[in-house]
Every structure is written in C-alpha cells, then in structure tokens.
C-alpha cells in the first residue's frame, strides 16, 4: 500500500513569505499529524487532525494553522516565514488512537533566506 | 526537566557489537515508540509498546511501565544500523500527539 506523501520534499522561501505544505496519508487512516524538526529544539509536535478536526496544538505562534480535508489529507501553513521557521516537517498517519502505529512521511525541508 | 529523556546522546560501536539506547519518561503513557531515522530525514516506526518485550530481527526492545523505562536493543551491529534513534511516547489525553525524546546518534565502524 502507498505510504504518506508530502509535498513538496524541498522548498526555499523569502521571510516574510507564506508556505502551504501537503500530507497525504495512507488510505484509510484519519489522524494526521505534524512536527517541526530543528537541530536545536529536536522534534515538536505542531498541531494533529482526525476526521477534519484539530484535536490538538502544539506551542506555536498563530502563524502555523493546518487543515484536513474530507479525504483525510491534510496541508500546513505558514504565514509570514522567519528564518527560525527553516526546518524539516514532518506529517505522521495514524488508523487507531494513541495506542496505534504511526507512518512518517519523508518530510518536506523548508529553507527561508 | 523534559517528559522524555534518552541515553546516552552518541554511541560509536564496532561492528558486531550489542548496542543499548535507554529511555525514561516522566508521565503515564498509552505506548512507548522507538523511531529511526536516517540522514535524509525519513523516520521509520521500529516498534510501539505498551508492555514487555518486541523482537524484529536484530532489535529488541523491552519497557518497564513501574519504572517508566524502555531500552532499545541491537545485537550483532553493523554499520548500516548508523542513524539516529528516538524515543517518542503517546497519552491517551493527548490524542495522536506523540512527544519525543532527543535522540541518540548512533555509529557502527567497520
């Protein structure tokens, strides 16, 4: 079966500049969710979805909000980009609760200059 | 002092050698996850345990849910084990969130 799918896997943007990046889950899985992977504060949880719900937020500024779309896809997007926005993100899918597996995409890098 | 704690940060091995990556964490959890992820960036799921022991191949890993500890186990290593390896735990209170420890930076020489 397909994996997760995010698009696109590299991006090079301006400050100030906003950003839409896309997940696509493994079908059948309902929960998305999304992290923020930098070499100082490591991996943090940004914000997850189940059935086009946020259900819960990491501590991010307003400028990082998500959506998921009746498919179970979700996209992420950032408004007006800072240079500490640069990262790896990541979108995990999951089928069952907490207690479930999860399936990583293979990130997308966003550079911002 | 962060809910997930791994040790040690790096580990260089030889070939062959048996590897042990340690976790602690400080809260109740619905299941302990240990990751993988090479350079490049793609993290693989390794396990996800609530209780005991899982063996897949050269891995082991074991969970103490009294002492809130997990070890992740690597016999025979080789230099194709070199990633970085996480710890990440899940609550039920939290969704799908998972939290994550640091990571340890392993590296097996030939």
């Known amino acids: 079966k397909a994996g997760v799918t995010q698009t696109p896997r590299y991006l090079i943007k301006t400050r100030g500049q906003q950003v839409t990046l896309s997940c696509s889950p493994i079908?059948?899985?309902?929960?998305v969710s999304w992290y923020q992977q930098t070499p100082g504060q490591g991996l943090q949880f940004l914000f997850e979805?189940?059935?086009?719900?946020?259900?819960n937020k990491g501590n991010f500024p307003g400028r990082f909000s998500g959506r998921q779309f009746s498919n179970s896809r979700s996209e992420m997007n950032v408004s007006t980009l800072e240079l500490g926005d640069s990262a790896l993100y990541l979108c995990?899918?999951?089928?069952?609760?907490?207690?479930?597996?999860?399936?990583f995409g293979s990130g997308t890098r966003l550079t911002v200059v | 002092k962060n809910e997930v704690e791994q040790s040690p940060q790096n580990l260089t091995a030889q070939e062959g050698e048996f590897i042990t990556i340690n976790c602690s964490y400080s809260v109740g959890i619905s299941a302990l996850h240990w990751l993988q992820q090479h350079p490049g960036g793609g993290i693989v799921s390794l396990f996800m345990?609530?209780?005991g022991k899982k063996k897949h191949g050269r891995l082991i890993a074991t969970i103490n849910i009294q002492e809130k500890h997990s070890s992740l186990h690597i016999t025979a290593s080789h230099p194709r084990d070199s990633a970085v390896y996480i710890c990440?735990?899940?609550?039920?209170?939290?969704?799908?969130?998972?939290?994550f420890g640091a990571g340890t930076i392993l590296r097996v020489k030939s």
């Open positions: 979805y189940f059935s086009e719900t946020q259900r």
């Open positions: 345990l609530s209780s």
């Open positions: 995990a899918s999951t089928r069952t609760g907490p207690a479930g597996g999860y399936t």
């Open positions: 990440a735990v899940s609550r039920m209170e939290y969704g799908n969130k998972l939290v």
């Open positions: 079908s059948g899985h309902r929960s």
